[in-house]
């Protein structure tokens, strides 16, 4: 660059086209040489598994042993097979009795934290710890719980003068496999919040204060409102996660009794790898589920946008 | 109070300023009393299970359950360590976690670094795509997976592990954030003094974002540390089990061995407690990944 002829400081203007586009191209190049290590893994093992499951979905067969095609066939007989519907149904009651303990009590235990002036960390390493738990793990040290002759769960309750409980039956075992989520979860959640509660404007509480208003008030009219779109991600979010809810669903209950803990790629699983090959129907589920995934995070990203937009 | 007289109702400053710090004492009392009773449930079930870990099988069915576990009884963890793959398992999941990791960080750094420095056709489209594509799990696209990894002769090896791992799209969106945060001034000025994107990368950028680099390590670690599914499915042999995948074995065959299955618990928590312990700050932020991306 600096070693320009001096002769001729000026280009003619094709000229000067020619070397713009050759510097662009060559800019182009380098982009792509930075871009080209994980955009080649990103579409072998992620593009290419998406619409391979589209392709999946319209066959039948086993992996094993090769497949064919039969359109739609699929989806069409999808909502008629109990076990799919069943995973569907579970994997929605699950997200739902999941997810608002979850975040209600990240949120508390957010406010607690971000109020307190001594000890902070100890009680963040302590809460925070739950979620270094890899699903299984976590599925083995509930079984401790949840045993009904020497579980915790059960002892606590022996303390107290009442009856064991048969957690894992069928009557509670979702409940409980939610609950292990709540445990399992809780603690992200009120950190993500703790960062987001710290950083709220300042003034806006003194004022309130100044104007008398109780630390209900401003948590309802400050705190609430100006979490607004953090909270909304969070939903999203999480809920997202359960709808995935596997691994703990497989250690802690086996997916039973009977099909009560069954959830969507539980069976997906199942159906593949397990007992019986049906491969066309596990893509099937699966596409739904990606496509349940989708829509939730295109919500969040027109939502977060156009939020964005406003202010 | 109501019916204190006036001179009294009219309290001296101090009076005041004391009853104030009196009552946000109190106040800051009730929150730790509460914090601490909300961690002592998230973390007596550890509790719980260690116990249960140092005892044989008679002690842990016996009740009340005792509280210490005395006396000692280390079998557990013998016949996990001799007994099982346990030790093959754990360093299978060092070994795999560590190679995604160091893999990613500077994959998903360059292409941070393309995404937010250099133009380029299509990077919107790219980057849109990976933004919808984000939160799509590995478990709803086992079906194609195992069939591609088959296909490319792959099932079985730690490649099979390694590779889908690194196709999520987080950590590229993250550092792509990051060095957008970046003062734009710096790499002009690299620029003007000769230095090529290569150069930039390695010597400007790279060192900036370290702190940025090392949460994402974490982040990649520890997801990696508990990925389960894929493992499940990608590897049959039993020297390329991961921990999770062995643990859950261990569960699954053999009738119930509460012994075993509490020794395996604490122990494959061991690692991932000391990178906690020592990198804490950095993983507390894996909580502000999730904002960071907006």
Known sequence: MTGAVPSRLRLAPFEHRRLARKARLRRELTGWLFLAPYFVCFLVFLVLPVLGTVWWSTRSGSLFSGTKFIGLRNFLELPDVVSAWSSIENTLIFALISVPPILVGALGIALLLAQIRHGGSIYRFLVYFPVLVPGVVAALIWLFLTNVDFGLFNEVIHLFGGKPVIWLGADHALTVLAVLDVWRNVGYWAMFFVAAIIGLPHELYQAAVLDGASAFARFRHLTLPLLRRILFFAVIVSTIWGLQVFDTALVLTNGGPGTATTTVIYRVWLYVFASNNKVGFASAISLVLILAILGLTLVQMRLLRSRRGQD | MAGATSAE??????????????????????????????????????????????????????????????????????????????????????????????????????????????????????????????????????????????????????????????????????????????????????????????????????????????????????????????????????????????????????????????????????????????????????????????
């Open chain 2, 9 to 294: 109702a009219r309290l001296s400053g101090a009076d005041h300023a004391r009853q104030r710090r009196r009552k946000r004492r109190r106040a800051e009392f009730l929150r730790h009393l509460l914090l601490a009773v909300i961690t002592f449930i998230l973390v007596a079930p550890f509790y719980y299970v260690f116990l249960a870990s140092l005892k044989n099988s008679t002690a842990i069915f016996s009740y009340p359950p005792s509280l210490l576990p005395l006396p000692l009884y280390l079998g557990n963890y013998e016949a996990l360590l001799w007994n099982t793959g346990f030790l093959r398992w754990m360093f299978n999941t060092l070994f795999v976690a560590a190679s995604v990791t160091f893999i990613k960080v500077f994959m998903d750094s360059m292409a941070g670094y393309a995404l937010a420095k250099i133009e380029m056709t299509g990077k919107k489209v790219i980057f849109l795509a990976m933004l919808i594509l984000l939160m799509v799990p590995i478990g709803a696209l086992i079906v194609p997976l195992w069939s591609l990894v088959s296909a490319l002769g792959l099932t079985d090896t730690y490649l099979a592990l390694i590779l889908p791992p690194l196709a999520n799209p987080l950590g590229a969106i993250l550092m792509r954030q990051f060095i957008l945060g970046l003062p734009r001034d710096l790499d002009n000025a690299a620029r003007l003094d000769g230095l090529n994107d290569f150069a930039i990368y390695w010597r400007i950028v790279l060192p900036l974002i370290k702190p940025g680099l090392v949460v994402l390590a974490v982040i990649i670690f520890t997801d990696q540390f508990m990925s389960f599914i894929w493992p499940l499915i990608a590897t049959t042999s039993d020297d390329l089990q991961l921990l999770t995948v062995g643990v859950a074995a261990l569960r699954a065959h053999g009738g119930a061995n509460y012994g075993l299955w509490s020794a395996s618990a604490v122990m494959s928590l061991i690692p991932i407690s000391i990178f906690f312990f020592v990198l804490q700050r950095q993983f507390l932020a894996r909580s502000l990944a999730g904002a960071l991306k907006q």
